[in-house]
């Protein structure tokens, strides 16, 4: 059993930055096998960054922009989010990869 629960979301102007975190509990949990998605108003739900054990990848729209990273110390992964822009705006939640445990997400209103 998993659970993941996100934080840090909230509005902010265009050009601000917000950090999200994603504490995680549970024997199956693998900092290395987290995702962060999001999804906008009227949108699917979109990979937005994920770890891997060799690297990170992110989606185009937000390279350079948003850093997804762990806590070693604890079970917790962190999406900071620079520069953001409206279009970033949606819930956002962090996802373990090849399973079921999805947080219940956390709102991030970009404002222009």
């Known amino acids: 059993q998993v659970r993941l629960v996100e934080s840090g979301g909230g509005l902010v102007q265009a050009g601000g930055s917000l950090r999200l975190s994603c504490a995680a509990s549970?024997?199956?949990?693998?900092?290395?096998?987290i995702e962060w998605y999001r999804q906008g108003p009227g949108k699917q739900r979109e990979l937005v960054a994920a770890?891997?054990?060799?690297?990170?990848n992110y989606v185009d729209s937000v390279k350079g922009r948003f850093t997804i990273s762990a806590d070693n110390a604890s079970n917790t992964v962190y999406l900071q989010m620079n520069n953001l822009i409206p279009d970033d705006s949606g819930a956002y939640y962090c996802?373990?990869?090849?399973?079921?445990?999805w947080g219940q997400g956390t709102q991030v209103t970009v404002s222009s």
């Open positions: 996802h373990l990869r090849f399973t079921h445990y």
């Open positions: 770890m891997f054990r060799t690297g990170t």
């Open positions: 549970g024997r199956f949990f693998d900092k290395n096998n």
